[in-house]
């Protein structure tokens, strides 16, 4: 069974930084791209981050470009984003998602057709 665990969220002031981590088990990690997407509040959701399966690509929203970093340590089956000059519009469930397929794509429009993980919150306010 796949499953994807966060954890790392928490509430932070803007300016600060956060280090969110997805422990993934139920397949082989090192064989498929992973994403990080994130919901605020009354919005949809949105694509944050994509890294393909050997972790050499990567991928950015516009507004994490310079903020946020993507990795992977595939050989302890874990995802990490780091999260750096959080600002209060990163508010957000940020989840992380496994892929269909060693190269990355977009699959933050809706849950259907991909794992997801429960989630992991993050508050940035003063």
């Known amino acids: 069974e796949v499953q994807l665990v966060e954890s790392g969220g928490g509430l932070v002031q803007p300016g600060g930084s956060l280090r969110l981590s997805c422990a993934a088990s139920g397949f082989t990690f090192s064989n498929y791209a992973m994403t990080w997407c994130r919901q605020a509040p009354g919005k949809g959701l949105e694509r944050v981050s994509s890294l393909n399966s050997g972790g050499e690509n990567t991928y950015y929203a516009d507004f994490a470009k310079g903020r946020f970093t993507i990795s992977r340590d595939n050989a302890k089956n874990a995802l990490y984003l780091q999260l750096n000059d959080l600002k209060p519009e990163d508010t957000a469930m940020y989840y992380c998602?496994?892929?269909?397929?060693?190269?990355?794509?977009?699959?933050?429009?809706?849950?259907?057709?991909?794992?997801w993980g429960q989630g992991t919150q993050v508050t940035v306010s003063s």
């Open positions: 998602v496994k892929l269909n397929f060693p190269y990355y794509y977009n699959a933050c429009a809706n849950r259907d057709g991909h794992y």
